[in-house]
């Protein structure tokens, strides 16, 4: 399958500290995903990108479709303790969804 | 709204033992639905994938199976479970138009 490489692979934050992480692919998708996902549960999709060049806020979150169509970035701004989890992007083509290895999430109080 | 459930939440089965988890969804007509495996809360593998009825697409070749006998059910089964099979599997649909991907809650699966 299609590799999407994701980094960093964990960040240890301040509470209202702001939070960038990001999707990189050899392959052009069609649409980018962000997931976050909390221990025990499904992924939630947060955010779903659909243009090159799209940006795209969901409240203190912020993501953009790449202009080549190969890579997406999540930012987090304001953290809060809530916020910890472990975040996913995923890149799809046809019926297919390419999943990242992860970030996960640590908040300090 | 669509909404997708996984029965049951968590399981603890013996190695050699048959396995059949559950995945139904509500809300939506021709869903496509997918199995994924989860270690350790990172990397999704995908399992199988089915675009309609009685069509199911495997992507890992392993000792699982998967079918859909209705439009909005997607089973994920086993003969005979070994230890490597102990994961999170979670289930998950999407509908062409959105391209967008909805996960349900996931069942813990325990092989001892």
């Known amino acids: 399958g299609q590799q999407l490489n994701q980094s960093p692979q964990s960040m240890f934050i301040q509470e209202g500290e702001d939070v960038s992480m990001n999707c990189t692919s050899s392959?052009?998708?069609?649409?980018w995903l962000w997931y976050k996902q909390e221990p025990g549960e499904g992924p939630v999709l947060l955010i779903a990108?659909?243009?090159?060049?799209e940006l795209t806020s969901n409240g203190r979150l912020t993501a953009q479709f790449g202009i080549t169509r190969k890579d997406s970035f999540l930012n987090i701004s304001a953290s809060i303790p809530s916020d910890v989890g472990i975040y996913f992007c995923?890149?799809?083509?046809?019926?297919?969804?390419?999943f990242g290895t992860g970030t996960s999430l640590t908040v300090i109080p | 709204s669509q909404t997708i459930h996984q029965w049951p939440a968590t399981l603890v089965q013996p190695v050699g033992s048959p396995l059949s988890l559950e995945c139904t969804v509500e809300g939506t007509s021709n869903p496509n639905l997918y199995w994924y495996r989860q270690a350790a809360g990172r990397g999704l593998q995908l399992l199988f994938y089915s675009i309609g009825i009685g069509q199911i697409s495997s992507e890992v070749p392993q000792n699982l199976s998967a079918s859909r006998p209705q439009d909005r059910q997607f089973i994920l089964s086993s003969k005979k479970l070994l230890l490597s099979d102990s994961g999170f599997y979670l289930c998950?649909?999407?509908?062409?138009?959105?391209?967008?991907?909805?996960f349900g809650p996931g069942t813990r699966l325990t092989v001892l």
């Open positions: 392959s052009i998708f069609n649409t």
């Open positions: 990108l659909y243009k090159a060049g």
């Open positions: 995923a890149g799809q083509v046809g019926n297919q969804f390419y």
């Open positions: 998950a649909w999407s509908v062409g138009i959105t391209n967008e991907q909805f």
